[in-house]
Nanobody
Framework: VQLQASGGGLVQAGDSLRLSCVAS????????MGWFRQAPGKEREFVAG????????SYADSVKGRFTISRDNAKNTLYLQMNSLKPEDTAVYYC???????????????????WGKGTQFTVSS
């Protein structure tokens, strides 16, 4: 299983950015997928998660209303559309997936066995 996140960079506060995560070596439609982030000096935290079909999403309170998670099972790709970016969104963003994740554990990093290497982006004020 390989997960490759991309889309990072340097943006200004208020800008928008979309991250992508391309999955290979798995049956993507059977995996619950999530985005996590880790800012310097902080622990990794949940950002957003999506069910296998895409019908159910979960968001951290800090990004709710600004970020949108989506997936294209035909393209084995997970997305994170980020709007109204803030400097506190600066972090390394990771995509994660696991076929055994259930709704009650979607927000837990420990529930996911498969992780991408992360993509960094910085939001300047």
């Amino acid at each position: 299983v390989q997960l490759q996140a991309s889309g990072g960079g340097l943006v200004q506060a208020g800008d928008s950015l979309r991250l992508s995560c391309v999955a290979s070596g798995l049956t993507f439609r059977t995996y619950v997928m999530g985005w996590f982030r880790q800012a310097p000096g902080k622990e990794r935290e949940f950002v957003a998660g999506m069910s296998r079909s895409g019908n159910s999403q979960s968001y951290a309170d800090s990004v709710k209303g600004r970020f949108t998670i989506s997936r294209d099972n035909a393209k084995n790709t997970l997305y994170l559309q980020m709007n109204s970016l803030k400097p506190e969104d600066t972090a390394v963003y990771y995509c994660a997936g696991d076929p055994t994740v259930i709704t009650s554990t979607m927000r837990l990093s420990s529930a996911y066995r498969y992780w991408g290497k992360g993509t960094q982006f910085t939001v300047s004020s």
